[in-house]
């Protein structure tokens, strides 16, 4: 397994070219939400709007109606529960492109219950025209902006920083609503995500070597969840499903 | 899995309706059993097998140092 490093700023400074019409917002965390770099190559195309999370979304959906490309970037945490009135009204019901890049998802983040964002995809499923992804690792940092460009609407992204590991390969990229099957088997259906994709590969490693057979899926689309790969794996298991999750077990992946 | 009319069991694996205190991402997913071992105790629920796994036989648990803001 290879640790990447940065792999959102080189990917983000990768698709700024691509697109110029991107802009990118932030509340005080540039730095630690990997836009420096594109900060500092981009100056005009960079707004540092202080510690004002709800005032960058409605601006990010004024300039999605000029025509921009918004993305938002700081803490996961400050991006679903101290703005969800503005992402409701300004961005999710007129059904705008704007993209939130959230850091730090869930339990990583040392900075306790204020920064923890576990219950952001909870309630953000219930959020209409919204798409949510949950990074599990290098590659799918290097391929969520292009599906979220593709989504075309407003998309929410658990985004993973600094030494990320690479598990699925680069020249795979992550796909819309699609699963990844990381082992087949029958005897017990699992479905990981996030972080918890490197727990669940410590796990089945072992219970493999004790003869259970495990249909292992990763899976990163959670808005919409209606892929057919997860259907499938859950009808074919003997036993059951185990889901693990960064996150509340009410309201995400289980 | 109800919509699709598939009757399973579901083992849960995640934050068990509740906050988190601060502390490293390897000391948490261990104190709220967001780890492997938590998942495989899933396993031997939904199989009703025992499999004797202990945690030295797992692979060891990648260092990540969390302290930047």
Sequence with gaps: MKLESNTHSKNIMRFAKE?????????DLGTSCEVKEFAKVYPDRYFSMG??????????AGLARE??????H????????????QIEMSVAYPNLPVVFVGFVPGITTPGGVSHQSTNDIGVLRTVPNMAVFDIGDATEIEGVLDLAHAFNGPVYIRMLRKDVPR???ADEPMRFNHARVLSEGNDITLLSSSICTEEALRATAALKAKGLSIQHLHVSTLKPFTDPTVVDAC???KYGVITIENHSVVGGLG | MAENGIGKKLFKVGLQDTYAHGASK?????????????LID???KLTGESFGIGEHELKEIRFEDFTAV
């Design chain 2, 42 to 44: 899933g396993a031997q």
């Design chain 1, 74 to 85: 700081t803490f996961a945490v400050f991006l679903y529960r101290r703005i969800l009135d």
């Design chain 1, 19 to 27: 697109h110029p019409e991107t802009v990118v917002l932030s509340a």
């Design chain 1, 67 to 72: 025509g921009f490309y918004p993305m938002l």
């Design chain 2, 26 to 38: 390897m000391y948490l997913l261990k104190k709220y059993g967001l780890d492997a071992m938590t």
């Design chain 1, 235 to 237: 009808e074919k298991s």
């Design chain 1, 51 to 60: 510690i004002a999370e709800q005032n960058m979304c409605s601006w990010a």
């Design chain 1, 167 to 169: 598990f699925f390969p």
